[in-house]
Nanobody, 126 residues
């Protein structure tokens, strides 16, 4: 299995940027598709972005498309989420997740991931 630890969260003003990192340890990182999710109190967990095992394919929630970029460095066993033009509604706990590849998974929901980090708080002030 794999252990995931997020970092890089914090407080930022609207319009600002943050870069989140998710460091993996344990089993080989390069067998996992990776994703970022976010959650605020009282709401369901929301898909944010996904990157394929090789890093060549990505897709995003409509709410972040054009502002957020997901990437991965398999040599460093790390996945990143670059967040630009942040809005107050982006405030949430952001978690990364790892999913073993399966042919019936599209990695757009939490059910498609097998391992989760603890999360890091992102707060965007207006």
């Amino acid at each position: 299995q794999v252990q995931l630890v997020e970092s890089g969260g914090g407080l930022v003003q609207a319009g600002g940027s943050l870069r989140l990192s998710c460091a993996a340890s344990g089993r080989s990182f390069s067998v996992y598709a990776m994703g970022w999710f976010r959650q605020t109190p009282g709401k369901e967990r929301e898909f944010v972005a996904h990157v394929s095992i090789s890093g060549s394919s990505t897709y995003y929630a409509d709410s972040v498309k054009g502002r957020f970029t997901i990437s991965r460095d398999n040599a460093k066993k790390t996945v990143y989420l670059q967040m630009n033009s942040l809005k107050p509604e982006d405030t949430a706990v952001y978690s990364c997740a790892a999913g073993v590849w399966r042919p019936n998974r599209d990695y757009g929901s939490g059910a498609d991931y097998d391992y989760w980090g603890q999360g890091t708080q992102v707060t965007v002030s207006s």
